[in-house]
């Protein structure tokens, strides 16, 4: 199994900019798709981006497009979230996510909390007004 570890997370200011970063230990994760979600204080976890096995592909929310970057590096198993323009509505605790059931090959869309087998525990972002 592979483990995940969200870091970069914190207070900034509306307007401002964080870069999250996942890192993947205990099994590659170069050929899975991974996805970042985030969860709001009495919300649901709601999808934020996504990015195919070989950065190809990527997906954003409407709420974040043009607004956040994903990409990975996969000789460091990593993934990382840019995140510019931060409003307070993008308060939350952000979680990286992938699906260790098949490789990626078809960099498929995949938005659902259901579509993903491995979660990290989660970095805390506020955004003050």
């Known amino acids: 199994q592979a483990q995940l570890v969200e870091s970069g997370g914190g207070l900034v200011q509306a307007g401002g900019s964080l870069r999250l970063s996942c890192a993947a230990s205990?099994?590659?994760?170069?050929?899975?798709?991974m996805a970042w979600f985030r969860q709001a204080p009495g919300k649901e976890r709601e999808f934020v981006a996504s990015?195919?096995?070989?950065?190809?592909?990527?997906d954003y929310a409407d709420s974040v497009q043009g607004r956040f970057t994903t990409s990975r590096d996969n000789a460091k198993n990593a993934v990382y979230l840019q995140m510019n323009s931060l409003k307070p509505e993008d308060t939350a605790v952000y979680y990286c996510?992938?699906?260790?059931?098949?490789?990626?090959?078809?960099?498929?869309?995949?938005?659902?909390?259901?579509?993903?087998?491995?979660w990290g525990q989660g970095t805390q972002v506020t955004v003050s007004s």
């Open positions: 205990g099994r590659p994760i170069t050929v899975y798709h």
């Open positions: 996510a992938t699906d260790l059931r098949t490789p990626d090959w078809s960099q498929a869309q995949k938005r659902e909390v259901s579509d993903y087998t491995t």
């Open positions: 990015i195919s096995w070989n950065g190809g592909r990527t």
